[in-house]
C-alpha cells in the first residue's frame, strides 16, 4: 500500500466513507471493541466495502501513525456507474465490448487485464464490490497507467451486471473450459461482453447458467491452463480480429 493511498484512524475512516471517497479495503485489527470502532463496522457493512481482520503486527506494518486499530485503502481512480456507461457505449453507435471478472483476486494480474483491455478498446470493465482484487499501487503499475483511461464499474453482484447488459442487447459470453465451442467458434461482431473467472476456480457455476456463449481456449500442450492475463488477452485479440 502506498502512503498517500492510505487512511488510518476510526474517525478519519469514517468521515471518508461519509464524504463519498472510494474505499477499496478495510483493514481492522482482531478482537478490537468499543462504540466507535462498532459504528465503523456497521457502516462498512451498510456500504458493502472489502474488509479483513488482521493482528495488530499487520496494522503497524501499514502505517506507522497512530492507526487506532483501522487502516483503510483508498482507490485511486473514480468507479463509473455501469447503467450510465453501458447507454452511453450504445448511444456512440460503436458495437460494445465490455469485460466482467468474477472474482480475480490478484493484483497483478488485474493490471496486466487493464493493460490488455486499453489496447484492445474495451468499453469498461465491471468487478464486483466484494472478493477481488482491489485497485492499488501495483494494480496501476502494472497497467501501465491504464487503469485511468479504461472505465471500471464496481457492482454489488455481477449476476446483476450480467442480467443489465443482456437487456440491453449485449450478449455475454463466459472464457471456460466447461464447453466444446473454441473462441474461433464464437462471433464477437455482435456487442458482447466477456467474462474472465479466478485464477483458481474459473467463472462461477451459477454463473454459467446465465450466459448467452461458453467459449474456451484450444490448448495443445499437457498444462491444462492459461494465467487468465494470458487468456483474457488472447480472447480481446480474436475480437479485434474478428471486428477489423
Do not use: W
Amino acid at each position: 500500500m502506498q502512503e498517500e493511498t492510505r487512511i488510518f484512524g476510526i474517525r478519519a475512516i469514517l468521515e471518508a466513507i461519509n464524504s463519498g471517497k472510494t474505499i477499496d479495503k478495510v483493514f481492522l485489527q482482531k478482537g478490537l471493541k468499543g462504540d466507535l470502532f462498532n459504528e465503523l463496522e456497521q457502516l462498512i457493512r451498510k456500504e458493502a466495502i472489502n474488509v479483513s481482520y488482521v493482528p495488530l503486527e499487520k496494522l503497524n506494518r501499514l502505517s506507522k501513525k497512530n492507526h487506532q486499530g483501522a487502516v483503510a485503502q483508498i482507490s485511486p481512480v473514480e468507479f463509473h456507474d455501469l447503467e450510465t456507461l453501458v447507454l452511453q457505449v450504445v448511444e456512440s453507435g460503436k458495437a460494445p465490448l465490455f469485460l466482467l471478472l468474477d472474482q480475480l483476486s490478484d493484483v497483478r494480474n488485474f493490471g496486466a487485464i487493464i493493460r490488455t483491455a486499453e489496447c484492445t478498446g474495451v468499453h469498461g470493465i465491471i468487478i464486483q464490490k466484494k472478493g477481488g482484487a482491489p485497485i492499488n499501487g501495483d494494480t496501476v503499475k502494472t497497467s501501465a497507467g491504464a487503469v485511468f483511461k479504461v472505465p471500471i464499474c464496481k457492482v454489488d453482484h455481477i449476476k446483476d451486471a450480467m442480467f443489465y447488459l443482456q437487456a440491453s442487447g449485449i450478449n455475454v459470453i463466459a472464457a471456460t473450459e466447461k464447453t466444446d465451442n473454441t473462441l474461433y467458434d464464437v462471433s464477437f461482431k455482435e456487442p458482447c461482453a466477456i467474462i474472465m473467472g479466478s485464477e483458481g476456480k474459473g467463472v462461477s457455476p451459477s454463473i454459467l447458467k446465465l450466459v448467452n456463449e461458453k467459449a474456451k481456449l484450444p490448448l495443445l500442450g499437457e498444462i491444462e491452463s492459461l494465467n487468465v492475463s494470458v487468456a483474457c488477452g488472447a480472447f480481446l485479440y480474436e475480437v479485434v480480429r474478428q471486428r477489423r
